[in-house]
């Protein structure tokens, strides 16, 4: 990561417990655990690795709920564009494991008109990786 990466406001960052691929079983898990299906699981640094580079273990989970993403894709076509949701579980140069997971709540409602309380369906997320992979939720710096 270079020194000028920055964090955007939608994006939450926690932080685990566990080494890379503990992490990221027991974030798929806890996912499809609350009903929600894996649309895809990118292997970044697979992809990087067969560019002839390199990349730090990296993998993009695509998921969710089609009872909860279709009132929003329904209501603005355009939507799709933020779904299905994004998390993405990787390891830092210098060891510790995050998870990084992209609430698309203000985007959606601010940029495609969608009613708040359609997004209020994303609002358990955060918690439900943060027990997956053991964050401390008392900790701020835990959260972003």
């Given at each position: 990561m270079t020194p000028a990466a920055r964090t955007p406001s939608a994006v939450i960052t926690l932080h685990s417990s566990f080494d890379f691929e503990v992490t990221l079983t027991r974030v798929k898990q806890a996912l499809m655990k609350r009903g929600m299906t894996i649309f895809a699981d990118i292997d970044q640094a697979a992809a990087a690795s067969a560019a002839s580079?390199?990349?730090?273990?990296?993998?993009?989970?695509?998921?969710?709920?089609?009872?909860g993403?279709?009132?929003i894709m329904d209501g603005n076509p355009h939507a799709a564009l933020?779904?299905?949701?994004?998390?993405?579980?990787?390891?830092?140069?210098?060891?510790?494991?995050?998870v990084d997971y992209l609430d698309p709540s203000a985007t959606l409602v601010e940029h495609y008109g969608i009613d708040a309380a359609l997004t209020g369906v994303?609002?358990?997320?955060?918690?439900?990786?943060?027990?997956?992979?053991?964050?401390?939720?008392?900790?701020?710096?835990?959260?972003?």
């Open positions: 580079t390199q990349l730090r273990p990296t993998r993009l989970l695509l998921f969710g709920n089609p009872k993403g279709t009132p933020e779904l299905p949701l994004r998390a993405v579980v990787w390891q830092a140069v210098d060891g510790p494991v995050q994303f609002a358990a997320v955060p918690s439900l990786l943060a027990q997956a992979i053991d964050a401390d939720r008392t900790d701020p710096a835990a959260w972003r």
